[in-house]
């Protein structure tokens, strides 16, 4: 389902400030930091909550599978984590209207995958297309020290 809205606002020929640009970084300390040096970052999980997250999480722990009482506690956990979602989408959302509004150009960092993972060493080289492991190696990692051949 889907709305179309018409607000009757006329879209400018032009940005209010055309000349100015900007680009963005996500980061993990500070939600974005801008290359203006903006920081824009705010709590989406007030203390209170993550006090009563706790004892949520506590009573999980302690109640019986399948209960009607596990099932209220998890259902009172999704309803924090819902409103903390709420306050993450509204905050994007907000920010980047912000930074749209006063910038023309923002340009950010593009990552080829989802969640956007560090650069890994690339892996031991093999020119001879063998099985050959990396020195230093137990076997394979799949058999997390188990009765696996160590020989190549």
């Known amino acids: 389902m889907s709305f179309l809205v018409d607000d009757q606002a006329v879209t ?8 100015t640009a900007v680009g ?7 939600a974005v930091v801008t290359s203006d040096g903006d920081f824009h970052d705010r709590p989406f999980i007030t203390a209170g909550e993550i006090v ?12 019986k599978r399948g209960s009607a009482n596990r099932h209220n506690t998890i259902t009172a956990m999704g309803r924090i984590m819902s409103r903390v979602s709420d306050r ?5 959302a907000q920010t980047a209207a912000r930074i749209v509004a ?13 969640t956007c993972p560090p650069a890994h ?6 020119p001879a297309g063998t099985s050959a492991r990396r020195p230093g190696s137990t076997g394979p990692s ?9 020989s190549p």
Do not use: E
């Open 52 to 63: 009563r997250y706790r004892r949520l999480q506590q009573r999980l722990a302690r109640s």
């Open 142 to 150: 799949w058999t997390k020290g188990g009765t696996a051949s160590n």
């Open 121 to 126: 060493p690339a892996p031991w080289p093999n």
């Open 102 to 114: 006063k910038n023309a150009l923002v340009v950010s960092k593009t990552c080829g995958s989802r």
């Open 12 to 19: 400018p020929a032009q940005h209010a400030m055309p000349g």
């Open 24 to 30: 963005i970084d996500r980061g993990v300390k500070t």
């Open 88 to 92: 993450r989408g509204d905050f994007c």
